[in-house]
Every structure is written in structure tokens, then in C-alpha cells.
């Protein structure tokens, strides 16, 4: 059974750091990219981050570039994404995701619960 | 960027009822197209992939059509735990971007 468990999150001072993680189980992990979105209070869900599965192909959304740092260990099966610079606007619920495999046209087959972050002072 | 755009942005919907989501695209996003099901406190979940393909343990009542920058997510019968927020996602461009969300509410 595939399994996604964030952890990490907590509160936060504007413009400090926090690190989350993802420890993935149940599938082989080195085998496929892996996501971070979020969903800020009362917001949809919005893309983070991408990482392929060597860690050769890296993406960030716009409102996070330059901040974020999304990073894989695949010996430990862990997914990171180091969080600095953090603002008001980047209190969200976190979730880690699988992508699919190359039948899925990169939608994301497996998600985690989430972990929470809050920004403020 | 390419840009998502979902429409309705809610519905109110009877048990039973046939209910159509639509979502387009800023450019032609080919196959790589998806739909999830978003409960509050649950992780989302993956209904719909390539614009067409039913995730497996997803109800045959959801189908998704569709092709270039327009597309479609129907739930043919609307059952009492299809009552949630319904996104779609490309998988295009290195960017990923997802709609801005259909909530489906009871009337």
C-alpha cells in the first residue's frame, strides 16, 4: 500500500525557515517525481514544487521561487522541501505527492494527509 | 504560465442529479489533463487522468472528456459522497496549475 506521511509543519515567525518532509513507503520510490502543493485557508490548491526521480528536473511556482528548495533522499525514501524567507501568505496546509507512472500523463496518483504551516509573528 | 479555468466555481445539486464540470486551458495541454476530489480533512484524491482514464476504485458515475483546451469532468448520478471540491490540473508544462475549484454543495 503506498503510503505519503508529511511532517514538519508548525508556526512559524515571518521570514524564518521550516524544513518539511515526506517519508514515502509502499511503492519504489526512486521510480517516480514527486510534488508539493498546498492549499492556503479558504484557497484551492496550489502547485509548489517538483522534483524527478535523479533529482535532474526541478520546477517551483512563481509565488515560491528563489525561497523554496525541494530536495529527495532516495536511499531514505524522504522527500524534502526547505521552506525560507517565509511569509503571511505562505500559511497553508502542505501535501507531498506521488506522480504517476508514464500511462498517467503526470497526474499526481497518490497524496499524503498534509502537514499544516502557520506564518506569523 | 499556463492558466486553468473551471467553471462553475460552486453548484448546489440534488442526490441523483447529472452534474458537469468544465475546465480550460490558456493553450493546448494534448492528454495531460486530470480531475480530484478534495474533502476538508482528507487528502485529495485522483479521479480522472490523460482527460479520460478513471483512476482505479473510482466509481464509474465519474467520467471526464474532452480534448485541446477544453474538458470535462461528469458525475452521471450524484451520490451523498460526491458532495466536495472537484479541481483539474495540467500536466503539460514543468509549471503545473490546477483550476481554481468547483465546489459541489446540497440543494
Known amino acids: 500500500e503506498v503510503q505519503l506521511v508529511e511532517s514538519g509543519g508548525g508556526l512559524v515567525q515571518p521570514g524564518r525557515s521550516l524544513r518539511l518532509f515526506c517519508a514515502a513507503s509502499?511503492?519504489?520510490?526512486?521510480?517516480?517525481?514527486m510534488h508539493w502543493v498546498r492549499q492556503a485557508p479558504g484557497k484551492g490548491l496550489e502547485w509548489v514544487s517538483s522534483?524527478?526521480?535523479?533529482?535532474?528536473?526541478?520546477g517551483y511556482a512563481d509565488s515560491v521561487k528563489g525561497r523554496f528548495t525541494i530536495s529527495r533522499d532516495n536511499a531514505k525514501n524522504s522527500l524534502y522541501l526547505q521552506m525560507n524567507s517565509l511569509r503571511a501568505e505562505d500559511t497553508a496546509f502542505y501535501y507531498c505527492?506521488?506522480?504517476?507512472?508514464?500511462?498517467?500523463?503526470?497526474?499526481?496518483?497518490?497524496w499524503g494527509q498534509g502537514t499544516p504551516v502557520t506564518v506569523s509573528s | 504560465d499556463i492558466q486553468m479555468t473551471q467553471s462553475p466555481s460552486s453548484l448546489s445539486a440534488s442526490v441523483g442529479d447529472r452534474v458537469t464540470i468544465t475546465c480550460r486551458a490558456s493553450q493546448t495541454i494534448s492528454r495531460y489533463l486530470s480531475w480530484y476530489q478534495h474533502k476538508p480533512g482528507k487528502a485529495p484524491n485522483l479521479l480522472i487522468y490523460?482527460?479520460?482514464s478513471l483512476q482505479s476504485g473510482v466509481p464509474s458515475r465519474f467520467s471526464g472528456s474532452g480534448s485541446g483546451t477544453d474538458f470535462t469532468l461528469t458525475i452521471s448520478s450524484l451520490q451523498p459522497e460526491d458532495f466536495a471540491t472537484y479541481y483539474c490540473?495540467?500536466?503539460?508544462?514543468?509549471?503545473?496549475?490546477f483550476g481554481q475549484g468547483t465546489k459541489v454543495e446540497i440543494k
Open positions: 522534483i524527478s526521480w535523479n533529482s535532474g528536473d526541478i
Open positions: 505527492a506521488k506522480q504517476g507512472g508514464s500511462g498517467w500523463y503526470n497526474a499526481l496518483d497518490y
Open positions: 490540473q495540467q500536466g503539460y508544462s514543468a509549471l503545473r496549475t
Open positions: 490523460a482527460v479520460s
Open positions: 509502499g511503492f519504489t520510490f526512486d521510480d517516480y517525481a
